[in-house]
Nanobody, 125 residues
Framework: VQLQASGGGLVQAGGSLRLSCSVS????????MGWFRQATGKERETVAT????????YYADFVKGRFTISRDNAKSTVYLQMNSLKLEDTAVYYC???????????????????WGQGTQVTVSS
């Protein structure tokens, strides 16, 4: 399973970005997917996750109402729409896939086995 994240960049506070993560592999439609981020000097944290079917989503409190995770199984791609960006959203954003077919959607980084290379998001004032 290979993941390729894109869409990061420099944006002013209050602006928007959409991250994309293209996934190769046998069965993207069976993978639970997640977006995570890591700011300089901080631990990696969960941003949002989405069930393989798209029927369930999880959002960290700090992005609720601002970010939206979605997926297009026909394109083997997961997205993260980020609106109302804040300075503290600056980080490297990673997408990840879980192919274990868990009964409950994983929401923690250690539960995801496959990771993309990360894309930098920088929010300026």
């Amino acid at each position: 399973v290979q993941l390729q994240a894109s869409g990061g960049g420099l944006v002013q506070a209050g602006g928007s970005l959409r991250l994309s993560c293209s996934v190769s592999g046998r069965a993207f439609s069976s993978y639970d997917m997640g977006w995570f981020r890591q700011a300089t000097g901080k631990e990696r944290e969960t941003v949002a996750t989405i069930r393989w079917s798209g029927s369930s989503r999880y959002y960290a409190d700090f992005v609720k109402g601002r970010f939206t995770i979605s997926r297009d199984n026909a394109k083997s791609t997961v997205y993260l729409q980020m609106n109302s960006l804040k300075l503290e959203d600056t980080a490297v954003y990673y997408c990840a896939a879980d192919a274990d077919g868990r009964l409950i959607m994983p929401t923690r980084a250690f539960e995801y086995a496959y990771w993309g290379q990360g894309t930098q998001v920088t929010v300026s004032s």
